[in-house]
């Protein structure tokens, strides 16, 4: 059973369009975090976010947690090769809940 | 200072072998948490060792074990494999704080069973 699940599942865009990716739950988490993952390693943590509402900027991509903590968004602007990846979200709870993740392909 | 390693980076296994995967932690870090990451999938969490001992187990049977050492390095052991084994093995550590654990991941071991 996933708690969180991530839309779209896969996305391919050309160099310089603008995305966002959605991470849905019915649960309600302490906190949330974004990772992105490379083929043939683990994830690397993008950012946290903790507080209903909260909007955190990195360079070019935008993160925000839902009011009621139980969603979060991830909208990247001018997309570059360099993001492709697979994005995935997790919420923190009683242990680490993974979305299902969002392939990202950026088309030079 | 070196993040969170992991060994072997790959390893072929056949039905009803046994494996044990390594994880040395972060430096500082005290906790360690392995997740099992099927192919397109998000990682599932397998179990938490802080303390040497398990903290949390996520849906895993019992073929599932581990173990953490005083250094704070881990074991991942899993028995009796099956073909459904087969995946990405990450083993993440972190440094108990409250609620808030930022985990860093090491690069996986791939794990097939023929």
């Known amino acids: 059973t996933q708690l969180l699940e991530q839309s779209p599942q896969f996305l391919s865009i050309q160099e310089g369009e603008n995305l966002t990716v959605y991470c849905n739950s019915s649960?309600?988490?302490?906190?949330l975090q974004w990772y992105r993952q490379e083929p043939g390693e683990g994830p690397v943590l993008l950012v946290t976010v903790v507080t209903g509402g909260e909007v955190k900027k990195l360079k070019r991509l935008t993160f925000q947690f839902g009011d009621a903590r139980k969603d979060s968004s991830l909208h990247i602007t001018a997309a570059q090769p360099g993001d492709t990846g697979l994005y995935l979200c997790?919420?923190?709870?009683?242990?680490?809940?993974f979305g299902t993740g969002t392939s990202l392909t950026v088309i030079p | 200072d070196a993040g969170v390693t992991q060994s072997p980076t790959h390893l072929i296994k056949t039905r009803g072998q046994q494996v044990t995967l390594r994880c040395s932690p972060k430096s500082g870090h005290d906790t360690v948490s392995w997740y099992q990451q099927a192919l397109g999938q998000g990682p599932q969490f397998i179990f938490q060792?802080?303390?040497?001992?398990?903290?949390q187990r996520g849906n895993f049977p019992d073929r599932f074990s581990g173990h953490q050492f005083p250094n704070y390095s881990s074991e991942l052991n899993v028995n009796a494999l099956l073909l459904g084994d087969s995946a990405l093995y990450l083993c993440?550590?972190?440094?108990?704080?409250?609620?808030?654990?930022?985990?860093?991941f090491g690069p996986g071991t791939r794990l097939l069973v023929l």
């Open positions: 060792y802080y303390e040497e001992e398990e903290r």
């Open positions: 993440a550590s972190s440094r108990l704080a409250g609620y808030q654990e930022t985990q860093y």
């Open positions: 997790a919420g923190e709870g009683n242990q680490f809940y």
């Open positions: 649960s309600v988490f302490s906190s």
